[in-house]
């Protein structure tokens, strides 16, 4: 069983930047950041896997980056220049496994945080 806690959230104009934070209670070789607006399915945004190569969505390529830090059992995803489009609840999602694939579905992963809501303003 692993626990997700996500932080880092909150409010800000858009070209502005934020970091979101996930701690994991355990350490878990793959992991990723979605998102979620009202009526519309999550999406993936970035991936990480256990030899931190990473993979991204097209929309945030290049203005979003995904780290982790193992010793701290800790994902980020650093997000600038942010746009109004960005707004929307983020969740991390974490699988404990050997092998993790480029840009799984949300349906793949084991274990996920409560969200934390961003929301960019123009």
């Known amino acids: 069983q692993v626990q997700l806690v996500e932080s880092g959230g909150g409010s800000v104009q858009a070209g502005g930047s934020l970091r979101l934070s996930c701690a994991a209670s355990?350490?878990?070789?793959?992991m990723a950041w979605f998102r979620q607006v009202p009526g519309k399915e999550r999406e993936g945004v970035a991936f990480?896997?256990?030899?931190?190569?990473?993979n991204y969505a097209d929309s945030v390529r290049g203005r979003f980056t995904i780290s982790k830090d193992n010793a701290k059992n800790s994902l980020y995803l650093q997000m600038n220049s942010l746009k109004p489009e960005d707004t929307a609840v983020y969740y991390c999602?974490?699988?404990?496994?050997?092998?993790?694939?480029?840009?799984?579905?949300?349906?793949?992963?084991?274990?996920w945080g409560q969200g934390t809501q961003v929301t960019v303003s123009s």
């Open positions: 999602a974490a699988r404990f496994d050997s092998v993790c694939p480029g840009m799984p579905s949300p349906s793949w992963y084991a274990y």
């Open positions: 355990r350490y878990s070789g793959c």
């Open positions: 990480i896997r256990r030899d931190g190569s990473t």
